[in-house]
């Protein structure tokens, strides 16, 4: 029993070995998990944009504004950037409406004088985690390091929004991603070890057909787990949807979203001739991918080395424009340019799905 056992361990332990791309994706995990959970989460968050406005009507700005503001200039950990960015402002219709398109965090109206019925007025972006707080605290120790007896009114624009509602976003670009995943990449890698792809050539299906069948498939399964999660999302994260105008929004998102992931993974798994390959790789990019999205921690808070696969991460606009829509109560001409990017993604990897399959079957 003992000497099967050590054939059985040599043989295994020699196919693991023999091939170097999985035993290089074995040991690089970890040190991604490192490098990317570790500075995707709990990051310093620096540079906060946060608006400043004096209250209409008013001659010249107020000491109470003056000082406020050099105070928050200051502000920051450390060895670290400043946290906030200070934004001035000539009145607060504009400095609002910068709030609203998600150009700024918050905004400060300071009152024309100081008493306790006329208050400092904070517009928080409540749709944020942990900024919020962080803009209300500095505010606050802006304002009293002024000496002057002036109180603030924070004002959540969004309501109090829960941590469920905002990571509950991010898990339907977690299901559209896992659903593709296995019923995309994996699917296709299995129809080749069984000879099923060969088959399809033999008929008169041309070859970008067979990519393009297996990302619309794909594309519904995507869509269908991306629904439901969101359907979940409603009736146990609390996530509102207000207007039928709303709903078809989100339906939309899901789709394009669902498109490109389905094409990435798609044009991956061509790449690959057996599942251990293509399952290592692809638990490497959902790391890669979900991990800089901003699902869990504001990107604002990650290193700019991170913010720059931010920028070409489509589980990134995806997640914006969904929290835009839902919890934002924001339409196309905030998401528009999320779309834009998604749809260019998507293209993108439907061209590189057929370039890449074709050359693998040659």
Same mark, same amino acid.
Do not use: C
């Given at each position: ?15 693991? +070995? ?19 959970? @570790? ?6 968050? !620096? ?6 406005? %004096?209250? !209409?009507? /008013?001659? !010249?700005?107020?000491?109470? /504004? ?7 200039? %200051?502000?920051?950990?450390? @060895? ?12 607060? %219709? ?18 024309? @004088? ?7 007025? +904070? ?6 985690? !942990? ?26 624009? /969004? ?10 976003? @991010? ?28 088959? /399809?050539?033999?008929?008169?299906v041309k070859r970008s057909s067979i990519i393009l069948g297996t990302i619309g498939s794909g594309t519904v399964k995507a869509f269908f787990a991306g629904f439901i999660i969101f359907l979940v999302d409603i ?31 798609v044009s991956l798994a061509s790449r690959f001739s057996n599942q251990q390959e293509y399952a290592s790789t692809i638990a490497f990019m959902n790391l890669l991918l979900f991990m800089t999205s901003g699902v869990? #921690? ?18 990134? #606009? ?11 109560? %924001? ?10 990017a998604i749809g260019i993604f998507s293209i993108a990897m439907i061209i590189l799905g057929i370039l890449t399959y074709r050359r693998t079957l040659e």
């Open positions: 029993m003992l000497r099967g056992a050590i054939a059985i361990f040599k043989r295994d332990f020699k196919k693991f +070995l023999s091939n170097p791309f999985v035993l290089f994706l074995t040991l690089a995990m970890p040190i991604m998990y490192l490098l990317i959970f @570790g500075n995707a989460i709990g990051g310093t968050i !620096t540079g906060i944009p946060i608006g400043v406005v %004096q209250d !209409t009507p /008013y001659i !010249t700005d107020t000491p109470l /504004y003056t000082q406020t503001v050099i105070n928050l200039d %200051q502000i920051h950990e450390p @060895g670290k950037a400043d946290t906030f960015r200070v934004i001035r402002y000539n009145d607060p %219709q504009t400095a609002k409406n910068a709030l609203e398109k998600g150009r700024l965090y918050g905004v400060v109206v300071f009152p024309p @004088g100081i008493s306790a019925n006329d208050p400092v007025q +904070l517009y928080l972006d409540s749709s944020e985690y !942990t900024i919020p707080q962080l803009v209300k605290s500095g505010v606050i120790a802006a304002v009293a390091a002024t000496g002057a007896a002036a109180p603030v009114n924070p004002i959540n624009i /969004y309501g109090t929004i829960e941590y469920l509602q905002f990571f509950g976003i @991010g898990v339907i670009v977690l299901a559209i991603f896992s659903t593709t995943m296995f019923g995309g990449g994996i699917a296709m890698i299995r129809d080749r070890e069984m000879g099923i792809i060969e088959g /399809y050539l033999v008929t008169p009736f146990v994260a609390g996530v509102i949807v207000r207007s039928a105008e709303d709903f078809f929004l989100v339906m939309l998102v899901i789709f394009i979203t669902s498109i490109g992931v389905t094409s990435l993974v869990f #921690y504001p990107i604002i808070g990650m290193p700019e080395w991170l913010r720059w696969i931010t920028a070409i991460n489509p589980e990134a #606009y995806a997640i914006h424009a969904l929290r835009s829509i839902t919890l934002r109560n %924001q339409g196309l001409d905030v998401i528009w340019l999320d779309l834009v």
